[in-house]
């Protein structure tokens, strides 16, 4: 019986299927945060790409995001509670992730898919000057959603548009603690977050330039919503007398609106 499944898949997938892929430019306002602790905000910059291998009935895809420049800054305080205010940040991130799907070409001139999948998210974050520590994050999260395009009244114009629910079923906080104090152990700490959540939706336009070839701009909004992790320990030296200092990381949100241009093929 399994192996009738896996012939009856595999035979979907492949019935007139097809390459096709999308590449693009986005322009973002990013800002994350922990209430009432601190926040860092700013412009992002980022490259997209993705990948699909669409049959007549199911669909496959690989989508990858880069940064690659920002300009963004830290408002809060050090951990002695001295106020810092617009101090430069680095948030370098990349997010990979893998989709699989059924087709929702129901009707004429409308397609898309309908999909769950896998995916990674990894954040690196360095706040600069004295007491700014390196702060790497990674994400495993579970993407459920949908897009679709739908012809309008112009010939080659058509709407695009999709919705995604996200369940981060493990973070992993790496805190570089002995960025910011000295002789600590150890200077990595790391911390924990489970069962937490993020969604992205996207409306736009594409326009068909050929049958193969076409422009796109479409704006998006992504969410992260995670709650406090485990706590951490380390130790270190005061005044000739070993202390300990434990840490979490606080709940956070990050929220990111952007504009993107694009072309598909």
């Known amino acids: 019986m399994?192996?009738?499944?896996v012939y009856i898949l595999l035979f979907s997938i492949a019935l007139n299927a097809k390459f096709i892929g999308?590449?693009?430019y986005g322009y973002n306002f990013y800002r994350y945060e922990e209430?009432?602790?601190?926040k860092i905000e700013g412009a992002l910059h980022t490259i997209f790409a993705k990948l699909a291998?669409?049959?007549?009935?199911?669909?496959?895809?690989?989508?990858?995001?880069?940064?690659?420049?920002?300009?963004?800054?830290y408002y809060g305080s050090t951990m002695s509670g001295i106020p810092l205010l617009n101090i430069p940040s680095k948030d370098n991130f990349h997010n990979i992730d893998f989709k699989f799907g059924k087709r929702l070409n129901i009707f004429d001139n409308y397609d898309g898919l309908g999909y769950v999948g896998i995916g990674y998210r990894y954040l690196d974050n360095k706040i600069s000057g004295s007491g700014g520590y390196k702060r790497e994050q990674v994400y495993y999260y579970i993407p459920i959603g949908f897009y679709a395009s739908d012809e309008m009244f112009a010939d080659g114009l058509f709407a695009r548009y999709g919705a995604e629910v996200r369940y981060l079923?493990?973070?992993?906080?790496?805190?570089?603690?002995?960025?910011?104090?000295?002789?600590v152990n150890p200077s990595v700490l790391k911390m924990i977050q489970k069962n937490n959540f993020g969604f992205r939706v996207h409306s736009g336009f594409e326009y068909f330039l050929s049958d193969e070839f076409k422009i796109f701009m479409q704006i998006s909004a992504d969410y992260w919503y995670v709650r406090e992790s485990s706590t951490a320990v380390?130790?270190?030296?005061?005044?000739?007398?070993?202390s300990q200092l434990t840490?979490?990381?606080?709940?956070?949100?990050?929220?990111?609106?952007?504009?993107e241009l694009g072309v598909g093929f």
Request: hydrophobic letters at 40%.
């Open 169 to 183: 079923f493990l973070g992993v906080n790496k805190t570089h603690i002995g960025d910011a104090i000295a002789n």
């Open 2 to 5: 399994l192996k009738k499944i």
């Open 234 to 242: 380390t130790t270190y030296m005061a005044n000739g007398l070993s």
């Open 53 to 73: 291998y669409l049959g007549d009935y199911v669909g496959l895809e690989f989508n990858y995001l880069q940064a690659i420049d920002q300009s963004t800054q």
């Open 35 to 38: 209430p009432e602790l601190m």
């Open 247 to 259: 840490l979490v990381e606080p709940s956070n949100n990050t929220v990111q609106f952007g504009i």
């Open 22 to 24: 999308d590449a693009g």
